[in-house]
């Protein structure tokens, strides 16, 4: 039996906890459910599957251009990191969570939206050359009843 990994960036979000939460629920799934942030990347062991499923949801969101250094390290830069420690050779989908506001006229020169849409970019070439199944989502303020992390509602 192939074993099979669903690695999950941002699953300490709202999206991200309640998708984690549903998964390990589920009993009869053959996959590892594993949650990666920057710490524990390079602790990944690329060799013990035979398939990896990405679902990106890490992310910062601001608006204000004194955040634009954090905006490109956690839009872009991790990003970049993440799929540089997988073997993408392995890799079957990525479940990637863009911003609602990539189509919104007024929002595309901030630096969030152009973060986020240069990571797409960087998933697209990496997806010529591999071929994995990419899925973009476009979400809109991505917070719970019980979300602490003050964001705006």
Known sequence: MKKKAILISGSSGFIGT??????????DLNYSILRVDRNKLSKFNKTEYEEIY???????????SKDDDILYNANI?????LLENIE????KNIIYT??????????????????????TKIINSYKQKYSFNLQELFVDSTFGFNDSRGKPK
């Open 18 to 27: 309640e998708l984690r939460s549903q998964l390990e629920k589920k009993q």
């Open 54 to 64: 990405l679902i990106h949801l890490a992310g910062i969101f601001s608006l204000n």
């Open 77 to 81: 830069s991790f990003g970049r990191e």
């Open 88 to 91: 993408l050779n392995k890799l």
């Open 98 to 119: 863009n911003s609602i506001y990539s189509l919104d006229e007024e929002y595309k020169n901030y630096f969030y939206t152009v973060s986020k849409n240069s990571f």
